[in-house]
Each structure stands twice: as C-alpha cells, then as structure tokens.
C-alpha cells in the first residue's frame, strides 16, 4: 500500500515508519520538518496543499497533534482552543479533506488521557476524548474505514514523561506501531485500539 505517514518525525511517527516498511508499505511521510512533505496540521491551507502534493494514498497514519501541559486554574481560553486546534481539528481535516483521495484508511491518535485523566492534561483528555468520539461518528459516514490509537505513555519516553505519568506501565513504542498495523491492513472501522 502507499500510506502517507504525517508526524512522521516523532516518536510514535519513527515507530510507525518501521513496522510500515518491515511490512513492505511505501510510505509518504509528512511534518513540519524532516519529511517528504513539509505540513503544518493546524493550517487547513497546509494540508490541502499536502494532499495536493501527494495524490491518491491507500491509507492515511497520523501520529500528529499536540496539547498544552498546564493546571486547570492557569489555563485560558487560547490555551483551550491550541490544544483543541493541536489535536482534534488538525486530525478531522485530515479525514474531512483526504476524503476525496484516500482509497483504504485512516488512522488517528488520541492517547490514555481519555480514559485515565491526569494533573496538568485537562487539555489533553477532551482532546483525545473528541477524537476518540469523532472516530466512532465518522465510522458511519465514510466510505472508508477510520479507526483512533490510544497508547499510554511508551518506555521511549520515560525520561521526559516519566514523572507525570508516575505508577502508568509504558508500552513499548512499538506496540502503538502495531495498532497502526493492525487498523491499516485490517477491516474495522469505527475502533479505538487502547495500548496499554
């Protein structure tokens, strides 16, 4: 399959990569930078010039999106909308504008936050939440399949998430990888695949 890859550069996006090519996928990667394709998943401009630059794809990865870390009493409005712009409807404009090009597939990212709040991630659990909601609505709209990844926390990031995610058990990265794997080469639509 051709399979555009966008945050590719990460953690999760590297993990992907390799699972991806061990499985003989071609892969289109995309990011800020780094990448075959240079996007920016907030700017909706971006990504239809993303899409315009790849063509048809068989399925879509992203391992993309980002929210702000703060106390529920120091957060503000914009702070609110970044996370919101960061990971929710960056994700649903890759779906909304690669539906015209997608043949297979997409798959997005939300994480544990959804059903495992912590200190500082109020953001970052309505974020995930939505996506993971947003997955199971559009399931029954599409004529592709759209599935979410919801890992914990992966071993590959302790060492700068390990402190706020104090007693969570880390998953290899790759394990998320796999869930990509399975919802890319599998058959079900509307899942969200918890790691962890």
Known sequence: MRILLVGATGTLGRGIHEVLRERG???VT???????VTVDITDPASIRAMYEQVGEVDAVASAA????????????????LDGITGKVT???????????????SFTLISGVLARDPLRTGAVASLANGAIEAFVRAAAIELPQRVNAVSPT????SMDAYGELFAGFEPVPVRRAANAYLRSIEGHQTGQVYEVG
């Open 90 to 104: 960056s994700q649903v404009e890759l779906v909304r504008q690669g539906a015209a090009t997608v043949r297979g």
């Open 25 to 27: 996928h071609e892969l």
């Open 65 to 80: 999106g980002s929210v702000p870390w703060l106390p529920l009493d120091r957060l503000g409005h914009q702070d609110v």
């Open 30 to 36: 995309a990011s800020r930078k780094g990448s075959d």
């Open 153 to 156: 926390v992966f071993t590959e």
